[in-house]
């Protein structure tokens, strides 16, 4: 079993500023995680994954993410927030294992507003 | 290079009928997934095909809910007799493979779904 818990439902920055997204998840099998940016009426992006090599992850338009396994978290990050980075962000999470379904388990989402 | 198409992208519909909701995944992808997407709600996982294995159908949410992949490419998803509750953003997806690692999914634009 394996679920996802995006922490903020919202969250507001001014431009220039950093950006945390929050995300903690539980798996029952190593994970594969991800974050998606979903903008309005666009479909999916994939930003970042993490897939049991590096725990710093460097993704597109400045984000990253770091896997910690000892804190169940995935948090993404951007030092800089950018009117553009408005949009809702998803933490998702896959098993490695095979055999399995890969069907990706979505977090809630995190809407992040980006103030002038 | 397209992308995953899908149509259409809106689709409204009445109470009791039935639609069909179409998906051209990346040439070349083996696994394609179906998700839906409920107002203030994450994705959920609905079905996955993965080359001519028989699909995963653990998550759909009744037997209303069907759909089939031809020739290893186009998928349909079909709702018959449509309720006010299957009103959602149903998107599709695509990978490589199911295998190992490494494997991300390209998602489509979506398609509406208002059930009236």
């Known amino acids: 079993a394996q679920s996802v818990t995006q922490l903020d439902s919202h969250v507001s920055v001014s431009e220039g500023t950093p950006v945390l997204l929050r995300c903690n998840y539980s798996s029952s099998y190593s994970p594969s995680l991800f974050w998606y940016v979903q903008h309005p009426n666009k479909g999916l992006q994939l930003l970042l994954k993490y897939t049991s090599a590096a725990t710093l992850v460097k993704g597109i338009n400045g984000f990253e993410a770091e896997f910690k396994k000892s804190e169940t978290s995935f948090h993404l990050t951007k030092p800089s927030a950018h009117m553009s980075d408005a949009a809702e962000y998803f933490c998702?999470?896959?098993?490695?294992?095979?055999?399995?379904?890969?069907?990706?388990?979505f977090g809630s989402g995190t809407q992040l507003t980006v103030l002038p | 290079g397209a992308g995953v198409s899908q149509s259409p992208s809106n689709k409204v519909t009445e109470k009791g009928k039935d639609v069909e909701l179409r998906c051209d995944p990346i040439s070349g992808h083996t696994a394609l997934y179906w998700y839906r997407q409920s107002l203030g709600q994450g994705l959920e996982f609905l079905i996955y095909?993965?080359?001519?294995?028989?699909?995963?159908k653990s998550g759909l949410p009744s037997d209303r809910f069907s759909a089939e992949r031809t020739g290893g490419s186009v998928s349909t998803l079909t709702i018959q007799r449509t309720q006010q509750e299957d009103s959602a953003v149903y998107l599709c997806?695509?990978?490589?493979?199911?295998?190992?690692?490494?494997?991300?999914?390209?998602f489509g634009p979506g398609t509406r779904l208002t059930v009236t």
């Open positions: 998702v999470v896959s098993p490695i294992s095979s055999g399995s379904a890969r069907q990706l388990t």
């Open positions: 095909f993965q080359g001519n294995s028989a699909p995963d």
């Open positions: 997806a695509s990978s490589r493979t199911s295998g190992f690692l490494g494997y991300e999914q390209y």
